[in-house]
């Protein structure tokens, strides 16, 4: 079928503001990007097809493999099946979820015509693709027109449908003639003449919410993947049409989720399915907009898993005070910068509390180091979607903006929280500690009745930066994030029985949040403790560098390079770089000798081999490694360059291009310890690379020592956090 593929914005007078401020670049119009995945990042299909009606095609599919059915009935046009990120890729570890695109959007055709966009082909769409699955009793989901569907087929096919769920969503669209005609005719051509004006105006409509600018975003990328024609035919298609009877014949058990803020569908439309279906149940969203599968996804994945009704399982309750004292710590899967520091603080927490159980809750490769030490990892952690990769994936040449790869982030911290959420439903911990776990943090303070145990949040930086000169776009959004955080700390201070800096005040950046926002550092002082850096080491302990040498195979007339870019995949270029100037250095230095640390996420043959120099894979504690070579060259993170200034050695480091907390807060930090030795990596040729690792090689170091309390000071906050004593006497 045909597919539009022009540029609306090259005809366009009135280019919404909106669009540039907040949804950034946009693809080719009229089709999916193909350089994203699509629908979902974090999950493949168990199933996909298409269906041929009468020669336009329609996309559908199956994700997860076992569970009851649900389905979701597809909504209006401007919004395609991505629209469900933040609730599909959860809901398919409990139920085999179907979704289908509407014709005009997403993978499926975008026939030309109105006589191709009407409610009765939706309606047969839909239905042809749940016959073609071969599924025959299910649940439905219909969110906004998609309720129209979803309550047609509920009241047609009744021994079919198992529940019924609908949001945002209505059960007639009758007009008067008049109306009509208006409709096909000049709204219809102001639709098609000023598609991103309308585009913009209904996404401000459905995200209503403040601090939506994610979903606004993703809501305008959503509509652009179509057109405004297609658009203008398929909503024509949605209007004339009364599912009302079919709503009164309605016989499974039915819930109506209506925000009573919904700017788009009023609330009146939502207590008009509950009046129409008999026994139907209903939520109202109290100060909601209209989409709460993406806005308020854990309430609406909560409601739906719960209302549906999972398989069966077999549960434990075990009586109170039979229960073990247990902390579930939150490891960010980032490199294993945190995993050594959290360990550090375990250890010291298990001195502490010594019949403390802990949990761990990450994934690879921070799990990885953590079994390897010998901890336990928590099984349920399959499930979590992984960070690191994202990371990778979002990075160009030794370029990351780190503010960007957390914004768009958000499909797997909503599925990695959900996946939280049915661990703390399912066992009892005492305590959850949470090492930059973002995405607790932010959805316990935007879901606060789900807090069931103290939680002790951990960071080594505070407050989002722009890094990218003249991007006001960058500015303005990192800015609206910063408001966010702090207006929920202020709204729930509760939230957070113990918020811990690892590190000291003059660490935290002076610079503000944002425009009439207050300044990092005082609010920080405010609102965290400090307890210094924690290392995963005594220092001391590693003084002897002859022993560790011998120890680890390093001779002692030899010069010792390590090169290492932390546990992601995103250093593989500046490996490259190294690996290039390494002829050059050896050529000065014959006796040197060059140890290549790709990481557990890079392949190790992917580097050069070259005389004088090994390329490994991993290696398990690394610092000991570090504490006694000749010079370190690595990336801009934290805890590598932190550990270098404890053990006193010198190195060289790369932060990553646009990465603000490389870029501000660890090179402020390495400054008050005299320790910034950062280079820029775009002016980094080879042979400038040479000159400078070989000057700082011989060059004296005169950093300020590390403080080495930090993991236990951390580790007695968390304890008196976990003892609630600290108000007593």
């Excluded at 493999?65 to 046009?77: H, K, V, Y």
């Excluded at 009877?245 to 109506?256: N, Y």
């Excluded at 434990?316 to 899967?333: D, G, K, N, Q, V």
């Excluded at 390495?670 to 910034?676: G, K, R, T």
Aim: charged share 25%.
């Amino acid at each position: 079928m045909d597919t539009r593929t022009t540029d609306p914005k090259a005809t366009a007078s009135d280019w919404p503001e909106r669009f540039d401020r907040i949804a950034g670049p946009l693809p080719p119009a009229g089709a999916l990007d193909a350089t994203k995945p699509y629908p979902f990042t974090t999950i493949e299909p168990a199933q996909q097809g298409f269906v041929d009606r009468d020669g336009v095609k329609i996309w559908y599919a199956v994700w997860g493999t076992q569970g009851p059915w649900i389905a979701f009935a597809p909504p209006i046009q401007f919004v395609n099946t991505s629209v469900f990120k933040a609730t599909v890729p959860y809901l398919s570890e409990h139920f085999r979820v179907i979704t289908v695109d509407n014709r005009g959007n997403g993978k499926s055709d975008r026939p030309r015509g109105q006589e191709h966009y009407d409610f009765e082909l939706y309606h047969g769409d839909f239905v042809a693709a749940l016959d073609a699955i071969g599924v025959q009793k299910l649940a439905l989901v219909g969110l906004s027109a998609g309720a129209m569907i979803a309550l047609r087929l509920a009241g047609e096919q009744p021994q079919r449908i198992t529940h019924l769920i609908t949001a945002g969503g209505f059960s007639e669209t009758v007009q008067t003639p008049e109306e009509r005609a208006r409709m096909l005719g000049k709204d219809s051509q102001f639709v098609r003449e000023h598609w991103p004006k309308v585009l913009d105006a209904f996404v401000a409509s459905i995200f209503t919410e403040p601090h939506s600018t994610k979903h606004i975003e993703d809501g305008v990328h959503y509509g652009w993947a179509t057109d405004g024609e297609t658009v203008a035919w398929a909503r024509n298609g949605w209007f004339g049409h009364d599912v009302r009877d079919f709503a009164r014949r309605v016989q499974c058990p039915t819930l109506v989720i209506h925000a009573d803020q919904d700017q788009r569908i009023p609330y009146a439309k939502g207590q008009a399915i509950h009046e129409l279906v008999p026994g139907a149940s209903m939520i109202t969203v109290g100060a909601g907009g209209h989409v709460q599968p993406a806005r308020d996804p854990v309430m609406f994945n909560r409601a739906v898993r719960d209302f549906v009704g999972t398989a069966p399982r077999h549960t434990t309750w075990t009586r109170a005070m039979a229960r073990p004292r247990r902390a579930l710590f939150i490891c960010s899967p980032i490199g294993l910068g945190h995993a050594q520091r959290d360990l550090a603080i375990a250890c010291e927490l298990r001195k502490l509390q010594p019949d403390l159980v802990i949990d761990w809750f990450t994934t690879d490769p921070a799990a990885r180091y953590l079994e390897r030490e010998g901890e336990r990892v928590h099984p349920i952690c399959k499930r979590l979607a992984n960070e690191s990769r994202h990371f990778e994936q979002e990075a160009g040449e030794h370029d990351l903006s780190a503010f960007f790869a957390l914004r768009t982030m958000d499909e797997i911290m909503a599925r990695n929280f959900m996946t939280f959420v049915d661990l703390m439903e399912a066992e009892h911990y005492d305590v959850v500690i949470g090492d930059e776990a973002w995405d607790v943090d932010h959805q316990y303070h935007e879901n606060p009745e789900l807090k069931r145990q103290p939680f002790v949040f951990l960071t080594d930086f505070v407050g989002c930066l722009p890094t990218q000169a003249g991007n006001e776009r960058e500015a303005f959004l990192c800015a609206d994030r910063n408001a966010d955080d702090i207006k929920h700390v202020a709204r729930y201070p509760h939230i957070r029985d113990a918020a811990i800096f690892v590190g000291n005040s003059e660490d935290v950046t002076e610079q503000p949040f944002g425009p009439g926002l207050p300044g990092i550092r005082e609010w920080t002082d405010r609102n965290f403790c400090y307890c210094g850096y924690a290392l995963p080491f005594d220092p001391t302990t590693l003084a002897d560098t002859e022993r560790l040498r011998a120890a680890h195979g390093y001779r002692s007339d030899e010069r010792i390079v390590i090169a290492t870019v932390g546990g992601t995949g995103v250093g593989r270029h500046l490996l490259n770089r190294i690996t290039e100037a390494f002829p050059r250095m050896k050529q000065q230095e014959p006796g040197l000798r060059l140890i290549v640390v790709a990481g557990p996420r890079m392949a190790a043959d992917e580097l050069p081999r070259l005389d004088g120099l090994e390329v490994k894979s991993y290696v398990h504690n690394l610092y000991e490694h570090l504490a006694c070579c000749d010079l370190a060259l690595v990336q801009g993170g934290l805890s590598t360059t932190m550990e270098l200034v404890a053990t006193r050695r010198p190195f060289l480091s790369f932060p990553l291009q646009n990465h603000f907390e490389q870029c501000v807060h660890v090179r402020r930090r390495l400054f008050n310890y005299e320790a910034d030795r950062s280079l820029d990596y775009r002016d980094l040729s080879p042979e400038r690379l040479a000159e400078q690792a070989l000057a700082a090689m011989h060059q004296p170091v005169r950093y300020r020592p590390v403080e080495t309390d930090g993991a236990m000071r951390a580790a007695l906050r968390i304890a008196q956090a976990l003892e609630n004593r600290h108000w007593a006497g």
